[in-house]
């Protein structure tokens, strides 16, 4: 049954690319994916797919039912764009001002949409139910991953494979770790609250910029200071506003930032020390703070067993010529939710464009993948698919 998959996956590819060019074309933005949820719900619709549409918000799942006995395997496809202008020279540029595709989602869900059609034409040899979970929101935190478990996308699902397109790795290449692979990402917000004036008498005034200054420079010592070394961590000030002409000493400054994690009690530790930093330095300042520390997902845990057989799997499929163990990433995926709840593996795709040296990364105004890496994708999960159903059939079959 696999090669006869991996024959039709070939003959689809072009199906593929089209449906990740008209995404590419009509982005939305995290919980304003109204029309892509019509879209992914119409396509398996006129298949004669069962789909439940809404499903914890924009959420889309189809359900295949194999007619030989077997597991649930769930699949995960995003299908969320970014606040981003994009600004490739391509035909099928986004038509939406402001909003790219610019992580690759929209090759996720041409992937899983192309996939779930070839698994339903071979339902009659296909053992146990696959699920196929189109997802919402990954890209703003709280994600859609959550509000869709709580609606009962993982209902029966036995285990969960899903994977990135990763445009700065070669084409070909298949990235996966054991275990943790990706952070917990949160994010906080700090107001110095001081007392403004006149630039020409700082005596007078509190200083919310010198304040603020102090703040983000005692911050890089909980990591550098305070954190035990080979415990992986990053604290980082993104935003530092405190606007005023020239000569106006700012009466508030705001910071925002992130925490990334692996360890809980590392993350929880951390979110204390700022405080902390905050309290002392406003002290010594004599001005007051507002600290509001938002938790975003956690870490991406994959489990042992499961991660295997993909690496295993992976060897069927001619489009993959290298499987690596990669160190772990300060990413966050709110795939961490799905693995929580269930058995399974997160795992990178090589995307790399053709004849460049180096690719765009995620989330830059140009960025764009290898259209061939979506075959690569498709057969990867459904060789894992497929093996996961295998393996424990057989077992039911010895211990029977």
């Known amino acids: 049954m696999l090669n006869e998959l991996y024959q039709k996956l070939e003959e689809r590819w072009i199906e593929m690319v089209e449906i990740r060019r008209f995404l590419h074309q009509h982005p939305e933005l995290s919980f304003q994916e109204v029309n892509t949820a019509k879209y992914i719900a119409n396509y398996y619709k006129d298949l004669g797919i069962p789909v439940k549409e809404q499903v914890g918000g924009n959420g889309v799942v189809a359900r295949i039912e194999g007619s030989l006995p077997g597991k649930t ?31 690759g989602h929209d090759g996720h869900t ?12 071979m339902r009659d040899t296909l053992s146990g139910t696959v699920v196929l979970i189109h997802q919402h929101a990954e890209e703003y935190a709280p994600g859609g991953a959550k509000s869709m478990i709580e609606a009962g996308c993982l209902e029966g699902v036995d285990v969960i ?13 298949v990235l996966y770790r054991t275990g943790p692979i990706m952070a917990a990402a949160d994010r906080f917000e700090i107001v110095i609250k001081g007392s403004g004036g006149h630039g020409a008498q700082p005596h007078k005034t509190k200083d919310s910029i010198v304040i603020g200054a102090q703040v983000v420079s005692d911050l890089q010592q909980i990591v550098s200071r305070r954190v035990n070394p080979i415990e992986p961590a990053v604290v980082t000030i993104g935003s530092f506003i405190a ?17 990334r994690t692996f360890n809980p009690e590392v993350r929880d530790f951390i979110e204390e020390e700022i405080e902390q ?59 961490a939710y799905y693995l929580e709840q269930v058995k399974g593996t997160f795992f990178f795709t090589g995307a790399k464009p053709d004849n460049v040296d180096i690719a765009f990364p995620h989330h830059h105004p140009k960025f764009d993948i290898n259209e061939k890496a979506l075959l690569t994708a498709a057969k990867s999960l459904a060789s894992a698919t497929l093996s996961y159903q295998e393996k424990h059939s057989a077992s039911e079959t010895v211990q029977n």
């Open 110 to 121: 041409a992937t899983l949409l192309v996939l779930g059609k070839t698994l339903h034409e």
């Open 73 to 103: 395997v769930a699949l995960r496809a995003d299908f969320d764009a970014l606040p981003i202008q994009d600004e490739k020279d391509v035909e099928y540029r986004s038509t939406v001002p402001g909003v790219m595709h610019a992580c």
């Open 161 to 173: 494979f899903g994977t990135h397109l990763w445009s700065t790795e070669p084409l070909g290449k």
């Open 277 to 335: 930093i905050l309290k002392g330095v406003c002290l010594s300042g004599r001005c007051d703070y507002d600290y509001v520390y938002d938790r975003g997902y956690p870490a991406v845990v994959n489990h042992p067993e499961e991660t295997d057989l993909l690496i295993e799997s992976t060897d069927s499929v001619d489009e993959v010529h290298t499987v690596e163990e990669i160190e772990m990433q300060m990413g966050g995926e709110d795939f």
């Open 243 to 259: 606007d005023n002409a020239f000569n106006v000493i700012a009466d508030s400054a705001k910071l925002v930032g992130t925490v």
